[in-house]
């Protein structure tokens, strides 16, 4: 048979193997009638072929599964406990929530930004979700169907192939991004009078939560021109000045990552290009009173690996050390790269670690970074094995002086999306809090919140103190942590709080009845009967980060961005 197709591949002439593929992609083009549907029609053929199941499926059912509807709902019921005395302000978490049924495959990083708040006002409760407007959004809702290339799309030849088509659209201007292409899908920050929506991806957009809870978007963030079009979802405030420090990465050339500083005002007044030897997605940073902290960890991009392996294009490798970068916070801007970094290896394989609970400097000059330290990784969330991947507080120190990098497990807990108090960030804390991970699965399943002694302990002592687990069937995510002392008046009063004094807020999803409640946990005591738990209008899905935005806050919101 070879023997025969060759013989045929040899008598047809050069110009019928042109001529042929011209003449389906013209006749198509006069059946389709547009460049944009003859590009789709031809990335649906190429995305459809042989996906089935869709890979990713597992993220579109259950509570992953997207919800279809924006609602406003008024007066929920607290189904158990009450409502904290002052407690007024606004829980708003971000997560995926795909406005179109995925075409080839689905990452669970992929779905459009979708927000959902809880407002609590005068002893009442309100919930809203909507979804962030995004550029990208906008187009997708004109067009009647996706037009940007997802996570989910990239994986195999065919990936590769989608990537060119999707560079082909974006030529043609089917697809425009000179206006960003995130999806605000990641986690909110609130700074200078905005709340910002963040997807690493993209510049954050500008949301606000209206006086009844109400959201809209603002639109995408009018900034600085001089910084690239990439913002971590994980910026960190500096409770001391006010300053936010952030950083944004790429993989098309160096400087691979900057970093940068806004002014409480939300001015940018410092940024730095920080060349590295090769490119990985830096999801998350530390801060501390005096350094920029750059987790340069080998989550590498790697698209020969995508069309080999026939994988997603990230790729863990652990052959290359986990580098840590200690940026002086005071330097002078230098965007164009050539910024001063120390830089450290940590010992060890290289590994992956998506979140820093904080950081900080001790009396020795040595800084400490805690962060949720995975050893293994598979970004394609099909063959993921949570027995193997799942996460557990590390401490890194990294010493300046010395150049000396070491680190150790902290907790046999398996857990992520680390909190601490806001207060307490870039500076020294005792307490930290992390979502508790069911170690086995191929899905996260966030089983409780575990509170963590950050301090020394004696060698071998664990430093998860106490734990909250769910009843059976229930599952949650990230637990905001709600200083008490934010709500009182009295300052002195204030003062007297412990570091723990407060609330974690949480969703929680009940399998059994298809439930959602958002609860209220005491972070001192760690009981785990609710202080308040308020029933959902209906189930809220998965997703992953968010942030209490005060009274005091929510009234001091601009209406621009
Ligand atoms: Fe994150």
């Known amino acids: 048979m070879a023997s025969s197709s060759s013989s045929t591949s040899r008598s047809t002439p050069l110009w019928l193997h042109c001529a042929v593929p011209a003449a389906c992609l013209a006749t198509t083009y006069l059946l389709y009638g547009s460049k944009t549907k003859l590009l789709t029609w031809v990335y649906d053929r190429v995305a459809k072929s042989g996906r089935n199941p869709l890979p990713g499926k597992a993220y579109l059912t259950g509570n992953f599964a997207p919800v279809d509807d924006e609602l406003f709902s008024e007066d929920l019921p607290v189904v158990e406990g009450k409502l904290p005395p002052g407690l007024d302000g606004c829980y708003v978490r971000a997560g995926p929530n795909p406005f179109f049924k995925p075409v080839a495959g689905y990452h669970w990083f992929d779905g459009d930004g979708m927000l959902h708040a809880v407002r609590i006002r005068n002893g009442r409760v309100s919930y809203c979700n909507r979804y962030v407007d995004t550029e990208r959004l906008r187009q997708e809702r004109a067009a009647g169907r996706p037009l940007f290339p997802r996570l989910g799309d990239l994986v195999g030849q065919r990936g590769l192939t989608l990537m060119l088509l999707n560079r082909i659209a974006q030529a043609l201007g089917v697809v425009r991004i000179q206006h960003g292409s995130g999806t605000a899908n990641t986690a909110l920050v609130y700074h200078s009078g905005r709340l910002l929506a963040l997807n690493e991806g993209d510049l954050p957009y500008g949301v606000r939560v209206g006086c009844s809870g109400l959201i809209e978007t603002l639109g995408r963030l009018r ?146 970074v805690f962060a949720c330290q995975m050893d293994e990784l598979n970004m394609d969330l099909d063959a993921a094995d949570f027995a193997k991947e799942a996460a557990h507080l590390t401490e890194y120190t990294l010493s300046p002086s010395a150049g000396t990098a070491s680190l150790r497990r902290l907790s046999q807990v398996a857990g992520d999306f680390p909190v601490v108090h806001p207060g307490k960030a870039t500076r020294s804390a005792k307490w930290a809090w992390m979502a508790t991970l069911e170690p086995s699965g191929s899905v996260p399943s966030f089983t409780g919140i575990a509170k963590l002694d950050l301090t020394p302990n004696k060698p071998g002592k664990d430093a998860c103190v106490s734990r909250i687990t769910y009843p059976p069937g229930c599952f949650g995510g990230e637990a905001v942590f709600v200083p008490r002392a934010s709500t009182l008046a009295d300052p002195r009063a204030a003062k007297r709080c412990s570091e723990d004094d407060g609330w974690l807020m949480v969703y929680v999803y009940d399998t059994n009845a298809d439930v959602s409640y958002m609860n209220l946990y005491d972070a001192r005591t760690m009981s785990a009967k609710p202080v308040t738990s308020v029933r959902m209008p209906r189930r809220v899905p998965y997703g992953f980060h968010g942030t209490w935005v005060s009274e005091y806050q929510m009234k001091a919101q601009v209406m621009w961005v």
């Open 223 to 368: 900034f600085s021109k001089a910084w690239s079009k990439s913002f971590t979802a994980h910026p960190k405030i500096d409770p001391v000045n006010g300053e936010l420090l952030f950083i944004g990465y790429r993989f098309d050339a160096n400087p691979y990552v900057s970093a940068g500083v806004m002014d409480e005002y939300g001015n940018l007044v410092r940024h730095w290009g920080v060349e590295l030897p090769y490119p990985v997605m830096m999801h998350d940073l530390a801060v501390t009173e005096h350094y920029v902290v750059l987790l340069h960890l080998p989550l590498c991009f790697d698209p020969q690996a995508m069309v080999k392996d026939r994988t997603v294009p990230f790729k863990l490798r652990t052959d290359l050390p986990s580098r840590i970068g200690l940026l002086r916070r005071e330097q002078p801007s230098c965007p164009a790269g050539g910024a001063e970094v120390t830089w450290l290896e940590l010992p060890g394989p290289g590994a992956m670690a998506f979140h820093v609970a904080t950081a900080w400097e001790d009396a020795a000059g040595d800084v400490k």
